[in-house]
């Protein structure tokens, strides 16, 4: 995600644009701001990190919104890092994630958890501890061949579903504070999945890798009765067919984007036969960088 902020020195009000929607606000006054669906994000991040007007927004994502990748996480934390830095305020990387976080969470009233917030912020390939008071980031030193060959072999397939994560989060946490057995078991499973995944990374274990994908994607389904859907499991039903060897929904699930491990002579296989069935299959790579900011002059 890209923020762009514009100074503009001779005017008192505030202008945000979203590229993505083709959606402008000519003038927003930070005391009366009101969140009604439109933007919410910017105007969050606007209320809570300005100290000063005469300045325009322009927010652009490379990912489709709903898609299970972080988009809104990433473009918080862009808000936060770059508004914040022009009201004089130099936050760290951490503290730019725990704040976008509380953005939505807090005065949004989005439910939801920190990590895409901090994978954003912090960029890498990370193994995170989340506790009441405390988050544990451990960056993972992989051999640079094992992540090229993530690379070429991971596919990340849009279905063109978009959907809120927020609703589906909201009633797992209630199920799980209700201590229903199948919600509690299922997300110790995935906690203990992740650890596991973790470890078949850095030892290259690939097929290893596909398969915790598999199980994984077991338990998500059980958490909730729409994180899949018809169209979901065909195309997990095409990607295996063609060569897919592991598979789980990006994010919440519910829609949004599918992300397939393939045999390394067949992902060519499952992306062509993915497409023919309407989904889009996006371009990645993995960014090591984290947040940033820059400052160009106008001359």
């Not at 939505?104 to 009441?132: C, P, T, V």
């Not at 994560?165 to 203990?192: M, P, W």
């Not at 929904?249 to 036969?273: M, P, Q, S, T, W």
């Amino acid at each position: 995600s890209y923020t762009t902020l514009i100074e503009k020195k001779n005017q008192k009000n505030i202008q945000i644009e979203s590229a993505d929607y083709n959606i402008f606000i000519d003038s927003i006054d930070v005391k009366k701001i009101e969140y009604n669906g439109n933007l919410d994000l910017v105007k969050a991040a606007v209320k809570l990190y300005s100290t000063t007007d005469g300045f325009k927004i322009i927010t652009q994502s490379n990912a489709p919104a709903g898609s299970g990748l972080g988009t809104s996480a990433s473009m918080g934390v862009t808000l936060v890092g770059l508004i914040s830095k022009y009201s004089g305020k130099n936050l760290l990387p951490g503290e730019i994630a725990e704040a976008a976080s509380m953005l939505e969470r807090k005065e949004l009233g989005i439910r939801g958890g920190k990590q895409d917030h901090y994978a954003s912020a912090i960029g890498g390939i990370n193994y995170m501890e989340f506790h009441k008071e405390e988050v544990k980031i451990y960056p993972l030193k992989i051999n640079p061949d094992i992540i090229l060959e993530l690379e070429k072999n991971l596919i990340v397939c849009y279905t063109g579903k978009s959907r809120l994560s927020g609703n589906i989060h909201k009633d797992v946490a209630k199920n799980f504070s209700n201590n229903k057995k199948e919600t509690v078991d299922s997300i110790e499973k995935l906690k203990y999945i992740a650890e596991c995944m973790k470890n078949s990374l850095m030892k290259g274990k690939f097929n290893e890798f596909a398969e915790l994908m598999n199980e994984n994607w077991t338990y998500q389904k059980k958490l909730h009765h729409s994180i899949t859907n018809e169209y979901m499991n065909e195309l997990f039903e095409i990607a295996f067919k063609s060569g897919a060897l592991g598979g789980k929904a990006a994010g919440a699930g519910g829609g949004g984007c599918l992300i397939f491990y393939c045999d390394r002579e067949k992902e060519h296989k499952v992306r062509e036969n993915l497409e023919k069935s309407g989904a889009t299959v996006l371009n990645f790579n993995f960014d090591f960088s984290g947040y940033q900011n820059w400052v160009i002059e106008n001359r």
